[in-house]
Each structure stands twice: as structure tokens, then as C-alpha cells.
């Protein structure tokens, strides 16, 4: 069993940074690729970025963001840069015994967070 818990969320600027972070439970953290995904108001969940279970790969869907993971910590996180107005959304850890690119495809994932909440004034 797994629980993710987002934080970091808030409100910035436009042109502004943003890091999130993603706290895991459980001793098995190290085996799950982990992701974040994103659903604006009105708008259907997509995925950002996916991570290995080692953190030796990664795939994006977003060039402006970079994820990692610290497996000691059982950390996962999202840097966020140049956020634009449009980047405004919820933002969901997720984790899944997959690729880091197979985090793309949200069917099956073993588990998620809750959200965190990011708006981008503009």
C-alpha cells in the first residue's frame, strides 16, 4: 500500500516558478514509477511527467517541467518554470509498477493523491 500526499501548490505569477512535492508511504516506494498529472477547470486530467522506479528515466509531456524523485526520502517532485496562465490546475501524484513512460496512460494507475491546487495569475 501507497499514499501520496501533493503540497507546494499556491499562487504565482505568470513567468514565475513553482516546486511540488509528492510524500509517499510505505516501504515499497522504490519499485513504483511515479507521475504527475494535471486537470484544469472543465478540462479532462493529463499527464506532465513520468519518472522510473530508479529515477534513471524520465518522459514529459511538457518541456517547462522537470521531475525527479529522492527514493531515501520517498520524495517526489515537480519543478515547475516559466508557469503561464494556462498551466492553472490541480496537480495529482500518481504511482504505477511501470515505465516512466508508460506513467502517460492513466488507466490502471495502483495509486493517487489527492491534488494540490496551482493558479497562475496572469
Known amino acids: 500500500q501507497v499514499q501520496l500526499v501533493e503540497s507546494g501548490g499556491g499562487l504565482v505569477q505568470a513567468g514565475g516558478s513553482l516546486r511540488l512535492s509528492c510524500a509517499a508511504s510505505g516501504r515499497t516506494f522504490s519499485t513504483y514509477a511515479m507521475g504527475w498529472f494535471r486537470q484544469a477547470p472543465g478540462k479532462e486530467r493529463e499527464f506532465v511527467a513520468g519518472i522510473s522506479a530508479t529515477g534513471r528515466s524520465t518522459y514529459y509531456a511538457m518541456d517547462r517541467f522537470t521531475i525527479s524523485r529522492d527514493n531515501a526520502k520517498n520524495m517526489v517532485y515537480l519543478q515547475m518554470n516559466s508557469l503561464k496562465h494556462e498551466d492553472t490546475a490541480v496537480y495529482y501524484c500518481?504511482?504505477?509498477?511501470?515505465?516512466?513512460?508508460?506513467?502517460?496512460?492513466?488507466?490502471?494507475?495502483?495509486?493517487w493523491g489527492k491534488g494540490t491546487l496551482v493558479t497562475v495569475s496572469s
Open positions: 500518481a504511482a504505477g509498477l511501470r515505465t516512466a513512460q508508460g506513467m502517460s496512460v492513466m488507466n490502471g494507475m495502483d495509486y
